[in-house]
């Protein structure tokens, strides 16, 4: 009973302690999760340290109240406590900080993140294929429209013209970041402290998308919404993993979050997912709203597509099919008074002690192009499948493509393959720049017997180049019928 009643009134010591602190990332310290103690790991000890200096001990010193402050509120109090005893009693203790961003300093760091502009999507190839990010989004992204003050990175949308020579003519900027060839990871706690004004077509997100397209375009190499939000109803979001075969065989899995009476995404709230090789979950503060684990990569071993390395996006849209009115356009009110915030506290990245390796893939995806052709390129495990029904009559009416593969002038790179066909024919294999030059240029007679082959390729310059299967009206193939080309094991390798 003396216990209890001790038990009781520590309690009660302990919730009417609430230390508020300023909200800035400026005072972050260690930025290790639960790590109360600063002592670059977080376990029991920072428990009784946190414990002991919520009642005022003497001997209490709480080295870093931000790695304390679990409930992301800028204050420490009894609830902050229990999410530090549940996150450590959870066996979720051996979590340990990889990457991160306080934004600490006065500009954006370039060696953490890169600017993606523009308003088009486009290929491997630098080629514009499609205006609106590929959802009717009605921003320019610019490097002016994002920037860090006080521990903060901002990213702004603003209703101003903008007019760009190739792309047009735009009438509202914002800014998109990423860390894509900077920083990517497999598995994994990512989380972020963010919040963002609304207003109807806002479309704040943070997301990741695949650093190689290992299973093919978007989005058979999948896609992990980490947060997306509905300018028009602040007060839920959405987290969401894409996959299935490339678009449009793509499909999705989502959960909804719904924020309790009187919040919204206006407030600072901590977006999170944890990534293990066969499941990720979502959390709000802390909380899990959803989990998911039935995803696949059309002609690819589960867990694929997320068995890969992704790296980060953070965006603020305008307009497009996600909250733009009639699924376009953006809603000028929303700018009357100025432009719309989504600021971001910090970005982490933690390993949880049971991260896993990508899982190696044994022959490069190859991409689909036909002209005048009917055909189809079917990515599997170890290789690639092309069922041709009709060549056309151009030679490159039907090919595999591997795009956009950076080169160094001088060096050595090495092309090999295994091929066989159901009907004997020819097959021409090129390395091409963008002007069609050809670095390789080789025309071979492939048999149903499985033949390898290898060729070194070097180049005179720094460029970009493709490198083309070409299967179509080679050497009379448009008289065969229908007839399959198999290529597996395909390397590329310097």
Same mark, same amino acid.
């Given at each position: 009973?003396?216990?209890?009643?001790?038990?009781?009134?520590?309690?009660?010591?302990?919730?009417?302690?609430?230390?508020?602190?300023?909200?800035?990332?400026?005072?972050?310290?260690?930025?290790?999760?639960?790590d109360a103690n600063s002592d670059g790991s977080f376990d029991i000890a920072d428990i009784v340290t946190f414990q002991k200096w919520l009642l005022a001990a003497p001997d209490a010193d709480l080295a870093d109240w931000?790695?304390?402050?679990? /409930?992301?509120?800028?204050?420490?109090?009894?609830?902050?406590? /229990?999410?530090?005893?549940?996150?450590?009693?959870?066996?979720?203790?051996?979590?340990?900080?990889?990457?991160?961003?306080?934004?600490?300093?006065?500009?954006?760091?370039?060696?953490? $993140?890169?600017?993606?502009?523009?308003n088009w999507k486009l290929d491997a190839d630098g080629n514009y294929i499609t205006n609106g990010w590929g959802n009717n989004e009605q921003e320019f992204y610019t490097d002016s429209n994002a920037s860090v003050h006080d521990g903060v990175l901002t990213i702004s949308a603003r209703k101003e013209h903008y007019s760009d020579p190739v792309q047009g003519d735009y009438e509202y900027t914002s800014a998109?970041?990423?860390?894509?060839h900077l920083f990517s990871v497999c598995g994994g706690r990512i989380e972020v402290r963010a919040r963002c004004d609304s207003g109807k077509s806002l479309w704040p997100a943070i997301w990741m998308l695949p650093e190689n397209s290992l299973y093919g375009g978007w989005a058979a190499s999948g896609e992990i919404d980490i947060m997306e939000? $509905?300018?028009?109803?602040?007060?839920?979001? /959405?987290?969401?993993?894409?996959?299935?075969?490339?678009?449009?065989?793509?499909t999705y899995l989502t959960g909804n979050y719904e924020f309790t009476q009187g919040d919204s995404t206006e407030n600072w709230h901590t977006y999170a997912v944890e990534w293990d090789s066969d499941q990720i979950r979502w959390y709000v503060d802390d909380n899990l709203y959803?989990?998911?684990?039935?995803?696949?990569?059309?002609?690819?071993?589960?867990?694929?597509?997320?068995?890969?390395?992704?790296?980060?996006?953070l965006n603020l849209a305008v307009g497009g099919h996600f909250d733009g009115v009639d699924g376009i356009y953006a809603d000028p009110s929303v700018f009357a008074d100025g432009e719309r915030d989504f600021e971001i506290d910090y970005v982490r990245v933690y390993d949880m002690g049971n991260s896993f390796s990508p899982t190696p893939v044994t022959s490069l995806p190859l991409e689909s192009y036909t002209e005048g052709a009917d055909a189809t390129v079917t990515n599997r495990d170890g290789g690639t499948v092309i069922t041709i029904a009709g060549t056309g009559s151009l030679e490159y009416g039907v090919m595999g493509l591997i795009r956009g593969e950076n080169v160094l002038s001088g060096k050595t790179y090495t092309l090999s393959f295994d091929v066989c066909s159901d009907v004997a024919r020819s097959m021409i294999?090129?390395?091409e720049d963008m002007e069609y030059n050809r670095y390789?240029?080789?025309?071979?007679?492939?048999?149903?017997?499985?033949?390898?082959?290898?060729?070194?390729?070097?180049?005179?310059?720094?460029?970009?180049?493709?490198?083309?299967?070409?299967?179509?009206?080679?050497?009379?193939?448009?008289?065969?019928?229908?007839?399959?080309?198999?290529?597996s094991n395909i390397e590329w390798v310097s």
């Open positions: 009973m003396i216990k209890n009643i001790i038990a009781l009134l520590s309690f009660a010591a302990l919730a009417v302690s609430v230390i508020p602190f300023s909200a800035t990332a400026s005072d972050a310290g260690t930025s290790l999760r639960g931000k790695a304390a402050d679990l /409930c992301s509120d800028g204050r420490l109090d009894i609830f902050d406590l /229990c999410l530090m005893k549940s996150l450590y009693f959870s066996g979720s203790n051996d979590m340990r900080l990889i990457w991160n961003d306080e934004f600490d300093g006065d500009s954006i760091d370039r060696t953490k $993140w890169a600017y993606e502009l523009g998109r970041l990423s860390t894509q939000g $509905w300018g028009s109803t602040p007060d839920k979001i /959405c987290g969401t993993i894409h996959f299935g075969d490339v678009w449009p065989g793509n959803s989990t998911q684990s039935d995803w696949y990569s059309n002609g690819h071993k589960y867990p694929a597509p997320f068995d890969q390395n992704f790296y980060l996006i294999v090129t390395a390789l240029d080789k025309k071979l007679i492939i048999t149903p017997e499985k033949t390898h082959y290898s060729f070194d390729v070097v180049f005179g310059t720094d460029m970009t180049a493709d490198l083309k299967f070409q299967l179509g009206n080679i050497d009379g193939a448009a008289s065969l019928g229908e007839h399959t080309v198999t290529l």
